[in-house]
């Protein structure tokens, strides 16, 4: 409904309410007060699309704000996986694996239909080579290109880089003196399994010993796996739409790429 | 190919997978399983038609254990499986390149993803060595192909990884556990067939791209999970007799002609479905055409093969020796049945020409036990 008509319509059932209400009709007034807030919401609803994000607003923080904050922390492009692990174990948890699954479509969708009522969205990573969304990985929309693209090298780039943000959150939080969860313990020695000279034996992993061993290894691939992302991001910001930007190039046909470019 | 179109009927041929040719690998001298795999036959309907379903499928809980597994072995870029192949294949630091084949730019067709896969394995095959961004290191969902008897077969092993010693290996993943070293060696010897399915399409390809096939190694990369944790742990397993075993089959489904030419004309394995495909043979009339094509039943074929339980059945029928297993059935050289090995070694039964010396072991044999019975049966 246009949101004109949406208003007369508010006004009009507002005039009634307060003559129900002065004739004493306390029934009528109940059946119009709901007409009236489904109209308001309805009007809300038009107004800006997925309005509802807002009305979770008490309890638990939306998904969407939860995810942002583990991204924020981790500084990459991410999968559903660790963005739960980092929400489990600096956020108190509560993240839902299953309810990751959907969320970029929906806010493509918001996207697409209001492109700037957010102050930012979560996005596809792009891959370097085609530019289309990477499988299973989240973004952050107000990130640069050449940090939301991903080349062959970067799951292992994202992984050790990962490793030093969570090693860094765990030695602020020391400093700050509020120690971080066991579970943040927990994360991070789990992760140093897997990188070279960052832990030893069975205890948990020290973060500057993983920050140290992760920067090592990191100096080996950066270079090569940065050249590779700056190399996308420049041909992305040319060639895509803002929306494909954030959300990936499809592979399409020659015939059905030119009428959804043009249109 | 339309003897073999005729044999299935009007309904559509049944795909191969890795598990299915290799079950077909594991039985070589099975002519019913050659036959009716060619043909693309749907070995579980006529199975379940003749009255001998065959109880397979995985459980539930087993798919899902294997998922996750693959999943925590795959996560974080693959860091479970660097580690496990940096300590055991030598890959360097620098090789952590990791591409994913599961779509291109979100287009999952087989085709586009076979070609990507040729594509991406050329560019690594033909990199200048020591250039390892160009060349890349692991390969997820890679599509492979395999032609089966006139028919392009589509194959997904787990991960290819590829290290700068310019060999590429087949990786699979598998959620049995190895305890102290030691994995159920059936499980083992499964996984080792399957692999090689792969490492055979894999080498196909290679030669297609006019690459030396000798790249792709006969050794694959098992990963399993290591005692009673869920930690991955990785083995090398040499698949060459396996790989030996499959050419050898491959080779004679293509020459399947040849078992066609024995069985008799106008032999068909339809089961007349009408329109809402419920067949309307009778199981007797299918029953006998089955029987048409001879089958050679192991125990073993139980877990790999629809057929498995008709088969049986039908050896049981004959007195048949398969029933023993292979090892005696090999050892009874050519008696092919219970009674007439029972006939011989009690001297019952006078031995043809070629079956005099089996009879005389059979008849030491049947002495031995009899006096080993005897002297127990007095202790007692």
Redesign the interface.
């Known amino acids: 409904m246009k949101l004109e008509v949406l208003e007369e319509r508010i006004i009009h059932l507002r005039q009634q309410v307060r003559r129900a209400m002065a004739a004493g009709e306390r029934a009528r007034v109940r059946g119009l007060r709901a007409e009236l807030r489904a109209a308001e919401r309805a009007w809300e609803e038009a107004l800006e699309p997925r309005f509802e994000f807002e009305f979770e607003a008490s309890g638990p923080p939306p998904v969407r704000e939860s995810v942002h904050r583990a991204l924020s922390l981790l500084g990459v492009p991410a999968a559903a996986r660790l963005i739960v692990a980092v929400d489990e174990a600096f956020h108190g948890g509560g993240l839902l694996g299953e309810r990751l699954t959907g969320l970029l479509r929906d806010e493509e969708r918001a996207f697409r239909a209001a492109p700037h009522a957010r102050p930012y969205r979560l996005c596809a990573a792009l891959t370097a080579d085609l530019l289309s969304p990477a499988r299973g990985l989240i973004a952050v929309s107000t990130w640069p290109l050449e940090v939301r693209v991903v080349g062959p090298l970067s799951a292992r780039t994202g992984f050790l880089t990962s490793a030093v943000r969570i090693a860094e959150e765990i030695i602020r939080l020391r400093e700050s003196g509020t120690d971080a969860a066991p579970a943040a313990y927990r994360l991070l020695t789990r992760m140093a399994r897997n990188i070279p000279g960052a832990v030893e034996g069975y205890g948990p992993a020290d973060p500057a010993t993983v920050i140290a061993a992760a920067r090592a290894e990191l100096a080996v691939h950066e270079p090569a796996d940065r050249a590779r992302r700056s190399a996308a991001a420049a041909r992305a910001a040319h060639r895509l739409d803002p929306a494909e930007q954030l959300f990936g190039a499809r592979l399409r046909t020659a015939g059905a790429g030119r009428t959804r470019r043009t249109a | 190919m339309s003897r073999l179109d005729a044999l299935r009927g009007p309904e559509p041929a049944v795909d191969h997978n890795a598990r299915t040719i290799a079950a077909l690998a594991a039985n070589p001298g099975c002519d019913r399983r050659a036959v009716f795999d060619a043909a693309g036959v749907d070995k579980q309907a006529i199975a379940r038609h003749l009255g001998y379903p065959a109880p397979f499928g995985q459980s539930v809980f087993a798919i899902t254990r294997a998922r996750a597994f693959e ?1 925590l072995v795959k ?6 499986l ?2 496990l192949l ?1 300590e055991l294949l030598g890959l360097t ?2 090789e ?5 084949i ?6 999952a067709s087989h085709a ?1 993803r076979h070609a990507r896969t040729r594509a991406l394995l050329r560019r690594a095959a033909t990199a200048p060595p020591g250039d390892v ?1 160009a060349a ?2 692991l390969f997820d969902h890679p599509l492979l192909r395999l032609d089966m008897g006139g028919a392009e077969v589509y194959l997904e092993p787990d991960v290819i990884a590829f290290q700068a010693r310019g060999r590429f290996h087949v990786i699979a993943i598998k959620s049995f556990a190895v305890i102290d070293g030691q994995a159920d060696p059936a499980r083992v010897a499964a996984a080792a067939r399957q692999a090689a399915v792969y490492v055979h399409a894999l080498r196909r390809l290679f030669e297609e791209e006019g690459l030396d096939p000798a790249r792709v190694a006969h050794d694959v990369v098992l990963v399993c999970p290591k005692d009673f944790a869920n930690t991955p742990t990785a083995t090398l397993v040499d698949v060459r007799q396996q790989l030996s075993v499959l050419a050898r089959q491959l080779s004679r489904l293509t020459r399947v002609d040849r078992i066609l030419d024995r069985l008799p004309p106008g032999l068909t394995f339809d089961l007349r479905k009408d329109a809402d495909g419920t067949p309307t043979r009778s199981s007797a009339d299918l029953a006998q055409a089955v029987r048409k094509v001879p089958a050679r039943f192991a125990p073993d074929c139980l877990s790999s093969c629809d057929m498995a339980y008709f088969c049986r059945a039908e050896a049981r029928e004959r007195g048949s020796t398969d029933l023993l297993g292979r090892a005696a059935r090999d050892e009874l050289g050519g008696v092919a049945s219970v009674p007439a090995v029972l006939a011989l070694a009690e001297g019952t039964r006078e031995p043809a020409a070629d079956e005099v010396e089996i009879a005389a072991q059979l008849r030491l044999a049947h002495r031995l036990y009899a006096e080993t019975t005897r002297a127990m049966g007095t202790v007692a």
């Open positions: 999943e996560a974080d870029g693959c860091a479970h660097l580690r940096r630091v620098a952590v390149a990791y591409d994913d599961a779509d291109v730019g979100g287009n586009v961004a890349g290191t």
